[in-house]
């Protein structure tokens, strides 16, 4: 079982950035591979970010490569998410998940879920 919890999220304005963190409960964080989703007012929860359990691997969606980047620390049981760069776009709840099944971008493989942090970015 692992409990998840976003934080850092905020109001900033377009090129500005914001570092979003998870916190995760339970001793086997460190074998879960880590994902970022989120979801636009009237929109579908979208694939951010995935990271694999040893931070060796990483993938990002289109739309967001270049200025964001998914990074884990196992000793903190922590995963950030570093966004450069924002857009008017980028604004959306962020939810962090975890899957024991390796680096993946569907929401269906996930089987943990935070609760979200907002992000709204003005232009």
């Known amino acids: 079982q692992v409990q998840l919890v976003e934080s850092g999220g905020g109001l900033v304005q377009a090129g500005d950035s914001l570092r979003l963190s998870c916190a995760a409960s339970?001793?086997?964080?460190?074998?879960?591979?880590m994902g970022w989703f989120r979801q636009a007012p009237g929109k579908e929860r979208e694939f951010v970010a995935a990271i694999s359990w040893s931070a060796g691997s990483t993938y990002y969606a289109d739309s967001v490569k270049g200025r964001f980047t998914i990074s884990r620390d196992n000793a903190k049981n922590t995963v950030y998410l570093q966004m450069n760069s924002l857009k008017p776009e980028d604004t959306a709840v962020y939810y962090c998940?975890?899957?024991?099944?390796?680096?993946?971008?569907?929401?269906?493989?996930?089987?943990?879920w935070g609760q979200g942090t907002q992000v709204t970015v003005s232009s």
């Open positions: 998940a975890a899957n024991g099944y390796g680096l993946r971008l569907r929401l269906l493989d996930y089987d943990y």
């Open positions: 339970g001793r086997t964080f460190s074998s879960y591979s």
